[in-house]
């Protein structure tokens, strides 16, 4: 059953690898339609998640808003699926790596430096677009899928020339993912916390809500230069990924890097409001599912 799975899963991929984008556009549109009228997928999860974070935006304004996320959700799935047949260089011109003289300075020295990155926009495109435009290694973390035949399918077509993909932490230290010139460690930090992670409280849209405190714990620890990442929309299925200086080598503490953090989501969500990941129960300890 895995198997044809798979099959079926790289049957798509193929058909979506000869549809060009043009013709992309309106094939997100019907996918949102069906999810959100078909399907009705997480329909409701969707509209509590935006009330919690805009109390203030009136019903017609929330719907608005859950349209246009069901649109950006479509968006990514098809893009996902349709980067795995595209060439280096096609995907180097929709998916722009910028960034300040500032963080140019930090990426030319030698060693390790900290990514902080969020499931706004496309990230999906990450992995192979900003391993064929940085000079350090990128690492990027992952949890495996079900499938062992998609999941690796998905590994090795993820990853660029210079980019890897891990599922736990001990492996940055195995000697295979080593990099003379240094590497560029990325965590989607913007993940709930799970049962047995630890967490930092932070102010986020004026409550205090729980952020995974490991990627600024790590950052702490080793003292590293962090970045903060930023995926923005640049026309139909383009994006411009920027990076600015999050925090200096020396942090005053992980929870304050935690809160600088939290600080540039909430200005990069207030931005663009339907391109951030709304369908997932992120505010679990809100009380606001019951």
Not at 201 to 211: A, L, Y
């Amino acid at each position: 059953m895995k198997f044809f799975e798979y099959i079926l899963f790289r049957a798509l991929v193929l058909k979506l690898r000869f549809i060009p984008f043009f013709v992309l556009t309106p094939l997100c549109h019907w996918l949102a339609f069906i999810l959100q009228y078909i399907l009705r997928y997480r329909n409701d999860i969707i509209i509590k998640n935006l009330a919690f974070c805009f109390p203030n935006k009136s019903k017609a304004e929330l719907k608005d808003l859950r349209r246009q996320y069901y649109f950006r959700m479509a968006c990514l799935i098809l893009e996902s699926l349709k980067a795995y047949g595209m060439s280096g260089p096609e995907l180097k011109s929709r998916y722009v790596l910028r960034y300040s003289k500032e963080v140019e300075e930090v990426l030319e020295k030698e060693g390790d430096l900290i990514m902080l990155c969020s499931h706004f926009n496309n990230w999906e495109w990450a992995g192979r677009a900003l391993g064929i435009q940085l000079k350090k290694r990128l690492i990027g973390f992952a949890k495996p899928l079900s499938n062992a035949y998609i999941d690796s399918y998905i590994k090795h077509k993820r990853l660029g020339q210079n980019s890897d993909l891990i599922y736990k932490l001990k492996e940055l230290s195995e000697p295979k993912m080593s990099s003379k010139s240094g590497r560029v460690i990325s965590f989607l930090a913007d993940q709930y916390p799970g049962v047995h992670d630890k967490r930092h409280t932070v102010v986020f849209f004026n409550k205090g809500i729980n952020f995974h405190a490991g990627p600024s714990k790590f950052a702490y620890i080793s003292k590293l230069p962090c970045l903060f990442a930023s995926i923005k929309r640049n026309g139909d299925h383009s994006y411009i990924f920027e990076l600015e200086i999050l925090s200096a080598e020396n942090h005053d503490s992980s929870i304050e890097l935690s809160q600088v953090y939290a600080n540039k989501l909430q200005e990069l969500i207030e931005s663009d409001p339907a391109c951030w990941l709304w369908s997932h129960r992120r505010f679990k300890d809100q009380g606001i599912y019951v």
